[in-house]
């Protein structure tokens, strides 16, 4: 089952470009909806959203419609697993999974989560804490990238998010794996003058694809489908909506 949707879906920006002028910002959620079968919920890792807010938006969404739920920054950059957050967390997810549309967690961890043996325990940890939660993690430093450690992810039942990003130093290359039954993929864009130095974090993914960079990943994500339960691709080249188009332009290819 192929999902396809964009990291994000109420930015400011958006407004005139992909929802069109009249349309109330509390209607947002259904016109996306409409278009695409999946969304990463990515304001759950700034703060957790009262149950009230998450079972309003479930409504908007119609049959068959997944999310994506990416983990809280205190579990996934402060990492301090004993203050309560990873309970919250867990039950903030209930609505999801009541409704059938929890597609996963996506835990995001930063560059400086090095590819060591107390990581490696932390990794361990969330899985436990996560329970039957289907978990797919994205590291952003290469020292990860070797076979052992997707052995490890696969011993453990964790996904690995395959990414496309600059081709930076210690940056993830864009590696096409399958650790889990979920296949999960995120397009950040390649605005490689911006990723490390930028004045707001939007400009780091202000980026359009081309065609022909898009074309790479078809093979890639026909494999990754044909491999997984699931398949999850996500864009996350949000400024003014590119993200939006970087979707529409796979599901073109794809189909």
Not at 94 to 113: E, H, I, M, Y
Request: hydrophobic share 40%.
């Amino acid at each position: 089952m192929l999902y396809l949707g964009t990291s994000g879906f109420s930015y400011s920006d958006w407004a005139d470009n992909f929802y069109p002028r009249g349309i109330q910002r509390r209607d947002w959620l259904s016109f996306y909806a409409r278009e695409f079968n999946a969304l990463e919920l990515n304001s759950t890792y700034y703060a957790i959203p009262k149950l009230s807010i998450l079972e309003s938006m479930i409504r908007k969404t119609g049959e068959g419609f997944v999310f994506s739920i990416k983990a809280n920054q205190e579990i996934t950059h402060q990492r301090h697993p004993d203050n309560g957050v990873f309970e919250a967390f867990v039950s903030m997810l209930q609505p999801f999974v009541d409704s059938g549309k929890l597609g996963c967690v996506l835990a995001q961890f930063p560059f400086s989560f090095g590819a060591n043996h107390q990581n490696a325990g932390y990794l361990k940890l969330f899985r436990e804490k996560l329970k039957d939660v289907p978990v797919v993690v994205e590291f952003r430093n290469a020292q990860w990238l070797k076979p052992e450690m997707f052995d490890w992810l696969r011993k453990h039942n964790l996904g690995f998010c395959c990414v496309d990003e600059p081709q930076l130093p210690n940056l993830l290359p864009p590696v096409a794996e399958v650790t889990s039954n979920i296949a999960y993929v995120r397009f950040h864009g390649r605005n490689a003058a911006k990723w490390w130095q930028h004045e707001h974090a939007y400009e780091r993914y202000d980026y359009t694809y081309s065609a022909e960079e898009l074309k790479e990943w078809v093979p890639r994500i026909t494999r990754l489908n044909g491999l997984a339960q699931k398949t999850f691709v996500f864009a996350n080249n949000h400024w003014r909506s590119q993200s939006a188009s970087t979707i529409r332009q796979l599901r073109m290819m794809l189909d």
